[in-house]
């Protein structure tokens, strides 16, 4: 296994937990040289890279009246271009082999629009976009292409959408967490993803592809 993240002792952290063999990368995700590089690197040690999780991902609430131009691409290269870097560098040797998972980590927001997020909601409904497409035009190729797409997560990115609210419109903490649960009454745990992307991971489903995989706690 790899990790690639910015900072190496947020990195470190996570591979203690992790079993077996893990390589960690201290790479920006954001620039497009440093994925191409992460993934030459993983391919050198390992030889072959069998599934490309690209979770990178982040979001900054704003009205759209004052997103401005930074702010919107700087929203884009997170979301969507390090995604799009990292499976271009990965794909070529998957296609080679005939086989092999990339899974791409959306959200909600990838199939519906909220107000105040609009630069991150058009990020992830460009992300499914890019993987849906991906599966089309490799359809036949053994590689399977999908998009996880939880609702709001026990993340530190959660938190900090909680603390804005309760910053912005006055509500308490219990309000604020009330305003985003989805219908189940929690948050989806983090390990739930993780689930979901081990079985996309698995190639136990080859005929999985092209989906977009909702984790949002039930039917409002």
Not at 7 to 26: D, F, I, K, P, Q
Not at 98 to 119: F, L, P
Not at 138 to 158: D, E, I, K, L, W
Request: aromatic residues 4%; glycine residues 8%.
């Amino acid at each position: 296994m790899a990790l690639v993240a910015r900072t190496l002792e947020t990195l470190n952290l996570v591979a203690a937990e992790c079993r077996g063999e893990t390589l960690v990368l201290a790479r920006d995700v954001t620039d497009e040289s440093s994925c191409a590089d992460a993934v030459a690197l993983c391919e050198a040690h390992f030889g072959r890279i069998d599934c490309l999780v690209a979770c990178a991902g982040g979001a900054q609430s704003q009205a759209f009246l004052r997103t401005d131009t930074e702010l919107w691409r700087s929203t884009m290269t997170l979301n969507l271009d390090a995604a799009f870097w990292l499976i271009r560098a990965a794909l070529p040797d998957m296609l080679e082999r005939g086989s092999g998972s990339v899974i791409t980590i959306g959200s909600t927001a990838s199939q519906e629009g909220s107000a105040y997020i609009s630069a991150y909601a058009a990020a992830k409904h460009a992300l499914l976009g890019l993987t849906r497409s991906l599966a089309a035009e490799f359809v036949t190729s053994g590689v399977t292409f999908n998009c996880v797409c939880p609702a709001y997560t026990a993340t530190p990115m959660t938190d900090a959408t909680l603390a804005n609210i309760v910053s912005k419109t006055g509500r308490t903490p219990q309000e604020a967490l009330a305003a985003i649960l989805p219908p189940s009454g929690r948050l989806v745990d983090p390990e739930e993803v993780a689930a979901v992307a081990s079985l996309l991971a698995s190639g136990q489903s080859p005929n999985l592809t092209g989906q977009a995989i909702v984790l949002d706690g039930g039917p409002r």
